[in-house]
């Protein structure tokens, strides 16, 4: 609350009247001026979510308190799991960056209690070899790593993730959606970083890969 007369937020509480809506009779402790102000106690309410977990999806519901404010890329705890909002809809049907809990229709967010999917693309001379890989979320790729997979060696030269595509650098697996790499011959005496094998959940054979 601001004091209207000098704008100092610091007061004396002289009279409270009401429960969940209280009617407060306040002194401004710098120019002592008294005045009076309507105060809404904080109540909880359920807000749908709906959660995404790879192809798969669930409805529930959070409580969460009327007077906060949520925005996309928070992390809830709902249903013993870790969630991250990715998108958020008001009462009027438009998705938004950020809204207060009481506008809030659907909240939608992803489970970060799983592996992170992303793919592998391995370019031999025009044929990819694509990989479906599911490894920790925190798992780092840097441009230019040297991995294997399935006894295939390859160096990677870009990323696609949520957001762009990178040519240098590196990126968590978990805003990683496909990794491009290129296929070295069993000559190339560089040495492996890391071995993929164990991570595969499908392999597919393509003539070009623009996913």
Known sequence: ????????EEYEILKSKGKKVKEL????????????????????IAVRVVISEFETSWKTNV????????????????????????????????????????EIQTIWAKSLDTLARIGLSIDNHGQVLSHKIEIERDFIFTIGDIGEVNGLKFQIYGFKTLERSMKKGYAYAKVIKRVYAKLLS???KSTIKYDLSEYVVKTTIKEHDYN
Not at 1 to 8: E, F, L, R, S
């Open 1 to 8: 609350m601001t004091c209207p007369t000098c704008g100092n």
């Open 25 to 44: 009779t306040v002194q401004c402790t710098s120019c002592n001026h008294v005045y009076r102000e309507v105060y809404e106690e904080a109540s909880e």
């Open 63 to 102: 409580k969460l308190f009327s007077d906060e404010y949520l925005e996309v890329g928070t992390i809830l705890y709902i249903d013993n799991k870790e969630v991250e909002v990715t998108s958020i809809e008001n009462n009027e049907s438009i998705r938004v960056y950020e809204c207060p809990v009481i």
């Open 186 to 188: 069993p000559k190339d």
